[in-house]
């Protein structure tokens, strides 16, 4: 029933820019926290940006500055704008719902590849 989808990955030349998506269905949007992680191949997943329900923001010390996080509940909906592509950003972008509290979850979906060309 819960499902997240990511698109908008590709391969880009370093200094380029991107935009992924993600589109959340089977859970209450507005209550999600909502976040983007990453992983490159032989690393472990890591954080790399996550917005609350109340639009508070934060992101990892490597893409400050170059990404931003955004959601639209109207769309069930959650981006991640990538600017100044470097080639260390190149792996598999993962899309993340968690909610805290009564009914909590931890959703993930399938992600969705980056390549950064140097």
């Known amino acids: 029933q819960v499902q997240l989808v990511e698109s908008g990955g590709g391969l880009v030349q370093a200094g380029g820019s991107l935009r992924l998506s993600c589109a959340a269905s089977g859970i209450t949007f507005s209550f999600s926290a909502m976040g983007w992680h990453r992983q490159a191949p032989g690393k472990q997943r890591e954080l790399v940006a996550i917005?609350?329900?109340?639009?508070?923001?934060n992101y990892a010390d490597s893409v400050k500055g170059r990404f931003t996080i955004s959601r639209d509940n109207a769309k069930n909906t959650v981006y991640l704008q990538m600017n100044s592509l470097k080639p260390e950003d190149t792996a598999v972008y993962y899309c993340?719902?968690?909610?805290?509290?009564?009914?909590?979850?931890?959703?993930w979906g399938q992600g969705t590849q980056v390549t950064v060309s140097s």
């Open positions: 917005i609350t329900s109340g639009g508070t923001t």
């Open positions: 993340n719902a968690v909610r805290h509290g009564l009914a909590p979850y931890d959703y």
